[in-house]
T-cell receptor
């Protein structure tokens, strides 16, 4: 079955701490895509990153970095030196319906990150 | 300038009423979607259209009917609203099934 699990429901850190958001997925597809989205308190959904199943290179974008490991079916997201503006709900998502068809995003339950000053 | 716009932003209505949410994208994307976010923040796909053709139709009650007059528009009509329909509804678009989704700002529907 297609499934995304974000085991951390809520995380609270103090500004400047590093924080890692976990994401574990299940899929029958051999080709698939993984995503992270951010939902700040204002409510919009903001795309952060897409990774395809054949590219296991880690990615860094400023204070954000992503660690994709097919061996453990994980796609974790780390924020370095967190800031108050990072406070949001973060969603991990998987594309595909398990039969090789894309176009359907399966979202994890989301992790609420609170960064305190 | 807005990429994906949906209206209204807030919708408060009584049980049994019929309402519509409109969505338009100016990104030239072929695929549009409706997602529902419940009170626990869980996001679930409802429908997707590719070039005006229905591609994905999840197990959504028949009271929900999407309509795509052209590939830039995907509206959602809901008949006989129920309390459980209260949620935030997000419209989205993408260039293809593997591309990132661009979401609208959401419509918060409250059924009383």
């Amino acid at each position: 079955a297609q499934k995304v699990t974000q085991a951390q429901t809520e995380i609270s850190v103090v500004e400047k701490e590093d924080v890692t958001l976990d994401c574990v997925y299940e899929t029958r597809d051999t080709t698939y895509y993984l995503f992270w989205y951010k939902q700040p308190p204002s409510g919009e959904l903001v795309f952060l990153i897409r990774r395809n199943s054949f590219d296991e290179q880690n990615e860094i974008s400023g204070r954000y970095s992503w660690n994709f490991q097919k061996s453990t079916s994980s796609f974790n997201f780390t924020i370095t030196a967190s800031q108050v503006v990072d406070s949001a709900v973060y969603f991990c998502a998987l594309s595909g319906d398990g039969s090789g068809n894309t176009g359907k995003l399966i979202f994890g339950q989301g992790t609420t990150l609170q960064v305190k000053p | 300038d807005t990429a994906v716009s949906q209206t209204p932003k807030y919708l408060v209505t009584q049980m049994g009423n019929d309402k519509s949410i409109k969505c338009e994208q100016n990104l030239g994307h072929d695929t549009m979607y409706w997602y529902k976010q419940d009170s626990k923040k869980f996001l679930k796909i409802m429908f997707s259209y590719n070039n005006k053709e229905l591609i994905i139709n999840e197990t959504v009650p028949n009271r929900f009917s999407p309509k795509s007059p052209d590939k830039a528009h995907l509206n959602l009509h809901i008949n006989s609203l129920e309390l459980g329909d209260s949620a935030v509804y997000f419209c989205a678009s993408s260039s293809d099934g593997n591309s990132p989704l661009h979401f609208g700002n959401g419509t918060r529907l409250t059924v009383t």
